[in-house]
């Protein structure tokens, strides 16, 4: 499963991309919205910090026409973007006529909400469906068990469509990669929580103790 940080910041990008695991970053208006008002400033610098794709999405869901002009745009920006599209009728129809008329486009269908959204998508031609499974979990309190029923329906089917999750809490992160999730895309402050528990800092905390009551500040040798 790869991991994704949903940012539009480029200083948390490079960050997480210096320790090591990270594939891509996604974005949404909002993000990008919230890093000020030169659009294209922002995206050059997300892209450039970025390590591989970078999902970016385009602004209506009613009318297929204006979001498949953004699209081609988008495309022409940078061989790293995935353009996402909402998961909308004229949504869907924009994927369609794009894939029709760039074939190497790659397209994402993002706010997936239900299990028949993802069908839609990826029935559609989607290459990725982002499913609003984290969001769903904080806004209703419930835990919203979509990737595994949308894995077993593309394997059913032979979609080729790839299942990005949107990751919370480690818990969460947990149940879409036993659940089968290509992509587990996450905020900065809940990509941290992967790596922390406060059992392992107890622990570590306990091994130093231990190590400089018999040794003080030496270490092993450095070679």
Known sequence: MDLFLDSSNPKEILEVREWGL??????NPGLISAAGPDMEKTLSAVV???PGPVLVQVIGWHDPVPMIRQARWLHAFSDQIIVKLPASIAGLQAL?????ELPDIELAVTAIASVAQA??????????AAIFNGPLD???DVSHDMIAPIRQIYTN?????????CGRYPRLFGEVAVAGADICTLRMQFMQLLYEHSFT??????????WQGTFG??????G
């Open 138 to 140: 904080q806004a209703e």
């Open 48 to 50: 450039e910090a970025s």
């Open 217 to 222: 500040d030496k270490t092993w040798p450095e």
């Open 201 to 210: 800092d107890l622990r570590l905390t306990g091994f130093m103790k231990s």
């Open 96 to 100: 369609q006529q794009l894939k029709a």
């Open 22 to 27: 990270l594939s891509g970053v996604t974005t």
């Open 157 to 165: 089917y032979g979609f080729k469509t790839k299942i990005l999750a």
């Open 119 to 128: 069908y839609m998508a990826a029935k559609a031609g989607a290459d990725i």
